[in-house]
């Protein structure tokens, strides 16, 4: 949570929301904190992707007429891989994932036409097939810039002034781990929040509590804690000085008061009032975007990636913060109301396999088409949502935000002869989905070997495949940060021209 509140910058904040007029609350807010001569802020949107979203069962996927190794590669029928644009897309349906009897259908095509436009796929080869290294490098890139991750530079870029500028949404993962960069101020590192859909009543310690005193006694009470009693006591006396101490006491004072002045509690809160939720019994009502985004994400009290991706775009719409990262979780995910070992489930009954895309080792081609139509389709949501509503000087949120799915790694390429479903082990050879008005939109950059489906690199320059070279995860990482308009100046970081949409 962002420490660098003051007096003064709360009292500046709650000016700016009395006469902002026609800012939208992100610009608002941005600017009653110091940022009035900055540009409008581009938003990152981490969609991790756990367990290996492989290219090849998606947008480089190859047909099994353009192999020569068709039969013990993990080439589709041709019947089965759709070309659009520079893309290729597959549709699946099955009756099964594995030896799970859960028939499903799986669509790629449909958002590759919606935004085909706004997508490029570039190819890398990781450097780790453990879960959690791979992860961390996917979002600092190999240490790529003294080792702060992506989500870090772009709060460090465009956060100053916003409540909770980097919000991991999903947790337990290498994702959202935090960087190797101290340098930083303190604002800029993840702030965690479990259970997004109850999460935003934590940011308020007076609104909804049975009984509460007075609001101004509850203030002195605080106060009287914070300034007088803590600083007296034996263990603040011992261990004051301790940064971590010192970060806790900044939040409990004026971080949660800037917080409280927001009234997040509400514009966050995603669920309305209800029997099953009576927030007006306790005098807290929902946020006034909350039917938009139920409409949206209607599972979003039970999916956990719904609810993320519910309260990420209440986080960037509302200003609070300028980059979420969420992502499918490791348990499995059944639709609403089903009960198991009643005669099998039913068409689309799971809507998250256990362990995510890694269940790709026991039914590779079921599971990765299973989660893309699930990744998909949270991105095509939170792609509306954003376009849906204005940001500044008739651009919309989308017109400057990205969405970056991150994953550990490909899947092994081959099977045995003919089969159709097959498991697959981790390998470092894939590729990388971005969608973004700011990316080189409409493009792959690389190619794939059609023999061995391993992926190619490109001209930085260009964009030209190069079947000679790999792309590493230092070059994707300067790509993205380059996209979004941060400074790199000093870093060392290659420039990736290929990657970004204006010069």
Do not use: C
């Not at 938003?43 to 099994?64: K, P």
């Amino acid at each position: 949570m962002n420490n660098n509140w003051s007096r003064r910058t709360i009292l500046k904040t709650t000016a700016a929301g009395l006469g902002a007029g026609a800012l939208t609350p992100g610009l608002a807010h941005a600017q009653a904190n110091g940022a009035k001569d900055r540009p409008p802020p581009r938003f990152l949107i981490v969609l991790s992707s756990f367990g290996g979203a492989n290219v090849i069962d998606s947008f480089l996927s190859v047909r099994e007429s353009e192999s020569a190794n068709a039969s013990v590669v993990n080439a589709y029928p041709d019947s089965l891989v759709q070309t659009i644009g520079e893309f290729r897309a597959i549709d699946l349906k099955s009756k099964t994932i594995g030896a799970i009897p859960a028939s499903f259908t799986a669509n790629q095509s449909n958002f590759v036409r919606k935004h085909g436009q706004d997508m490029m796929v570039i190819t890398h080869t990781g450097t780790s097939v453990n879960h959690f290294v791979a992860q961390q490098r996917s979002v600092n890139g190999n240490a790529a810039w003294k080792g702060r991750t992506l989500q870090e530079a772009v709060a460090m870029t465009y956060g100053e002034g916003y409540a909770i500028p980097n919000v991991h949404l999903v947790n337990g993962t290498g994702f959202t781990e935090k960087g190797t960069d101290l340098s930083l101020p303190a604002y800029v590192y993840g702030e965690r929040a479990p259970t997004p859909n109850l999460w935003p009543l934590s940011l308020d310690g007076y609104k909804g509590v049975e009984g509460a005193p007075d609001r101004s006694l509850f203030e002195k009470a605080r106060r009287l804690r914070n300034d007088q009693i803590d600083p007296s006591s034996e263990f603040y006396k011992t261990f004051g000085e301790n940064k971590r101490i010192k970060h806790w006491t900044s939040i409990r004072g004026d971080a949660l008061r800037g917080v409280e002045a927001e009234d997040l509690i509400t514009k966050l809160m995603l669920f309305p009032d209800s029997e099953e939720m009576p927030l007006g019994a306790h005098g807290l009502k929902g946020s006034e975007l909350g039917q938009k985004v139920r409409d949206a994400f209607p599972n979003y009290a039970f999916d956990p990636l719904e609810s993320q991706a519910a309260l990420a775009f209440l986080l960037l719409r509302y200003g609070v913060s300028v980059t979420v990262t969420i992502g499918p979780e490791g348990g499995a995910v059944f639709r609403k109301g089903v009960t198991l070992g009643r005669g099998g489930l039913g068409e689309g009954d799971i809507l998250n396999p256990p362990i995510s895309f890694d269940f790709s080792h026991n039914a590779n081609r079921e599971v990765q088409a299973l989660m893309w139509d699930r990744q998909l389709r949270i991105a095509d949501k939170l792609i509306t949502l954003l376009k849906s509503e204005e940001l500044a000087d008739g651009k919309s949120y989308w017109d400057h935000s990205m969405i970056y799915f991150a994953t550990e790694f490909g899947r092994s390429r081959t099977r045995p002869a003919n089969a159709m479903t097959f498991g697959t082990g981790h390998e470092l050879n894939n590729g990388s989905l971005i969608i973004s008005p700011l990316a080189n939109g409409g493009r792959v950059l690389g190619g794939v070997n059609p023999d061995t489906l391993m992926t190619y690199g490109f001209d930085p320059e260009t964009g030209r495949p190069d079947p000679g070279r790999t792309m590493v995860e230092k070059e994707v990482y300067s790509g993205i940060v380059h996209a979004l308009g941060i400074d790199t100046a000093g870093s060392g970081l290659p420039d990736m021209r290929a990657m970004r949409r204006t010069a």
